[in-house]
T-cell receptor
Framework: EDKVVQSPLSLVVHEGDTVTLNCSYE??????LLWYKQEKKAPTFLFML????IEKKSGRLSSILDKKELFSILNITATQTGDSAVYLC???????????FGGGTRLMVKP | NAGVTQTPKFRILKIGQSMTLQCTQD?????MYWYRQDPGMGLKLIYY???????DKGEVPNGYNVSRSTTEDFPLRLELAAPSQTSVYFC???????????FGSGTQLSVL
């Protein structure tokens, strides 16, 4: 059975801190790993990663994949209160036709 | 550009009642999905569709039905509501399968 585990479950930081969120996975026929940000309701897409070692970057957010050790990290530098959200990781199993989501990491950024 | 629109936003059902969650997208995406999200859990796929007239089961399809008569619409039907179906439901669509999903704002459903 495919499995995606995110850590930590929750995190409280202050504005300006840097955070690292982790996503480890066990899937057969890995195709891609995706990160989403979920604020109040709808998840919004952040990154899709398919190759090891290639960093994807968008402003203060960046992510990288390690296909040998089966994990990805999402980094947020100089955090702002607007970064407060649940961050979801999902893995696409080429054979299963569905994404397997982790339980999410709840990030709270205090002023 | 409205994106993915879901209705209703909230609903309370009694056990055994039925209802349809509506979902429509205006991005001309072939791929559409229904997920449910239970507290503290990841999203689980209920059903998905790769195009008009084609639907397939996801991980947790029992108790639900879908149809896809047009590219734009992908309604989810609950026939005999049960307390285990209390959840938040998300509809999503994408241009390519399982890549960059666009989600609707969700429907919070309680079955009492």
């Amino acid at each position: 059975e495919d499995k995606v585990v995110q850590s930590p479950l929750s995190l409280v930081v202050h504005e300006g801190d840097t955070v690292t969120l982790n996503c480890s996975y066990e899937v057969t026929n890995f195709r891609s790993l995706l990160w989403y940000k979920q604020e109040k309701k709808a998840p919004t897409f952040l990154f899709m990663l398919t190759s090891s070692g290639i960093e994807k970057k968008s402003g203060r957010l960046s992510s990288i994949l390690d296909k040998k050790e089966l994990f990805s990290i999402l980094n947020i530098t100089a955090t702002q209160t607007g970064d407060s959200a649940v961050y979801l990781c999902a893995v696409d199993n080429n054979a299963g036709n569905m994404l397997t989501f982790g339980g999410g990491t709840r990030l709270m950024v205090k002023p | 550009n409205a994106g993915v629109t879901q209705t209703p936003k909230f609903r309370i059902l009694k056990i055994g009642q039925s209802m349809t969650l509506q979902c429509t997208q205006d991005m001309n995406h072939n791929y559409m999905y229904w997920y449910r999200q239970d507290p503290g859990m990841g999203l689980k796929l209920i059903y998905y569709s790769v195009g008009a007239g084609i639907t397939d089961k996801g991980e947790v399809p029992n108790g639900y039905n879908v149809s896809r008569s047009t590219t734009e619409d992908f309604p989810l039907r609950l026939e005999l509501a049960a307390p285990s179906q209390t959840s938040v439901y998300f509809c999503a669509s994408s241009y390519q399968h399982n890549e960059k999903l666009f989600f609707g704002s969700g429907t919070q459903l309680s079955v009492l």
